[in-house]
């Protein structure tokens, strides 16, 4: 099985790169090559069991897509994408490498001849809903985004929607919750606060909580969405039907929420690592996103979420500070 | 006042375009000029008490919406799209009609100076909605196209919203009803027969119905349809928010319902015109339709609809029988 991985520099690519290589397959079937795709080189994991290589290329530029695809990959990730942050301040840029460059993927496949039919695995988001939205959103929900990265990722949730009824490709979209704990250093997203509020006070650093303990979420640990990435890449396409879009599960968890699972794995210590400093910027953006879902059809076909913010601390523990 | 028509040749254009000549207005303000665009000249009116120029012109091709956009319309209603059978059929010119150039039109309004907003209406469609429906859709439905003319007019939607909320025009996306009676000959839309069956008898001609009289489906009148785009040109922006795209309300009826009204109409004999021949292909291709909507918050702004079949085939007789 050949797999092709667009965006495997960005920190899902490189958790799931890693765990390609660890596994060695891809559900039932071995992995015989692994491309790594990114504006720079991905690291290639070392210890691979199968070739890897890794080009530097943006998907936006002409002719990139056909040279991608030429060599079939089997298996697409398709995890490339400018954030909400850029994507909102540069519009060009945004639809750019978030709609053009995607269309230009499809468009590619599309041109190879008949016969080939990729599974592509499309990281979608839940920022495709905005508001006003109900307590728990169900599958059945409309999609209108609050952001331009948001509209980006619901068109192309069309755009794939379309190629998979008509059979040009064997495509998936999955609407990935907030990735909480992320690793690394803090960063200023907008929701940075819900992952630094967990990652610094156990590593002994102070951090700032810019809004209400009150605030719901949705999250996911790093560990489930590589899962999740996996299990669409593995599902059954028959059992989709004609829609392609899948909510992904996750934890419904308010700040307190997090506060407490963190009191429970690093002490009153940690939690007083976190200073309360209001934020009224960013409690206006918090405030317009959503706080839970019914991820009914997901759960059905096999997609499974962390069991609860305690889980997904121990996550961060076991896989970023080595247990 | 100026108004630019795109896709002023169609069933709709014309019909606007009559009615905008006859008005000699938009609402409260008065029409100082009206620029008519499709891709063969459309026919202005020869009554209307000011200016109307009538271009040759494909949206899709490079510096035409740069040119439509030079003489700063205050208002665009933009109607111009390939219909649902040719971009089943033609998958590029598809989305080079129904997405590109509309892209292209709103690239055009952006790369003009700040301070030009001017209020788009777009004409989308219930085909945006896809199976499995609930019996009633309302306004939170997903939209989860089963055709690719559909998924190009959800994409619309999308961008419109998001063009909307970042202030860079002031547009409105309608999701019109199947209009209905249609006049001219009868074509060869799955649809077309909800039409024919009433047009053809009314004129002393024998029609096919290819469903079962069961079958229900959701209908405004052309009379409606232009009181739509006019209301969707003059309504107060900030009571939309920042949800853009709107259901318009509509008559959910039963072919039975239209055979009914048509008998008050023209009697046993137009009824007896109607030929029973089901065609299964029609019929599958009408089961993935939506049957009715709560248009609840088109109807809050101010949408009217035909109240029931029978005013339906009651406008049909005044607008294209001469009553």
Same mark, same amino acid.
């Given at each position: ?10 920190? *899902? ?12 397959? *891809? ?6 090559? *692994?491309? /790594? ?263 059905? /076909? ?22």
């Amino acid at each position: 099985m050949r797999i092709l991985v667009i965006g495997a520099a960005g920190m *899902l690519g490189r958790k799931l790169v890693e765990r390609l290589a660890r596994d060695g397959r *891809l559900g039932s079937e071995r992995i015989s090559r *692994l491309s /790594l795709v990114d504006l720079g080189i991905a690291e290639p994991s070392a210890d691979a069991g199968f070739p890897v290589e890794s080009t530097a290329a943006d998907l936006a530029e002409p002719a990139v897509a056909a040279e991608l695809v030429a060599a079939r990959p089997d298996v697409i990730f398709h995890l490339a994408a400018v954030v909400s942050g850029e994507a909102e301040a540069d519009l060009e840029k945004g639809y750019r490498v978030n709609l053009d460059a995607t269309r230009a993927l499809f468009d590619a496949i599309r041109a190879c001849d008949r016969g080939y039919r990729p599974r592509v695995v499309f990281s979608s988001s839940i920022a495709v809903f905005g508001p006003p939205f109900p307590d728990v959103i169900d599958d059945d929900h409309c999609t209108t985004p609050a952001t331009s990265y948001g509209t980006q990722k619901a068109m192309i949730e069309l755009l794939l929607g379309d190629h998979a009824r008509r059979g040009l490709l064997d495509g998936i979209a999955i609407r990935l919750p907030t990735i909480c704990v992320r690793p690394g250093k803090p960063n200023l997203a907008a929701s940075g606060f819900f992952s630094n509020i967990i990652r610094e006070p156990l590593n002994g650093q102070d951090a700032v909580l810019p809004v209400a303990t009150g605030v719901r979420h949705w999250f996911a640990s790093p560990r489930s969405a590589i899962g999740f990435l996996l299990h669409a890449a593995t599902l059954d396409g028959d059992r989709l039907g004609d829609r392609r879009c899948l909510t992904m599960p996750g934890v419904s968890a308010t700040v307190a929420d997090e506060i407490e699972a963190l009191r429970r794995v690093g002490g009153d210590e940690a939690v007083r690592r976190i200073r309360h400093e209001p934020d009224e910027t960013i409690m206006r953006i918090v405030a317009g996103w959503p706080q839970a879902f019914d991820a009914a059809r997901a759960q059905a /076909l096999g997609f499974r979420a962390d069991a609860d913010f305690d889980e997904i601390v121990r996550v961060h523990v076991e896989d970023e500070l080595g247990g």
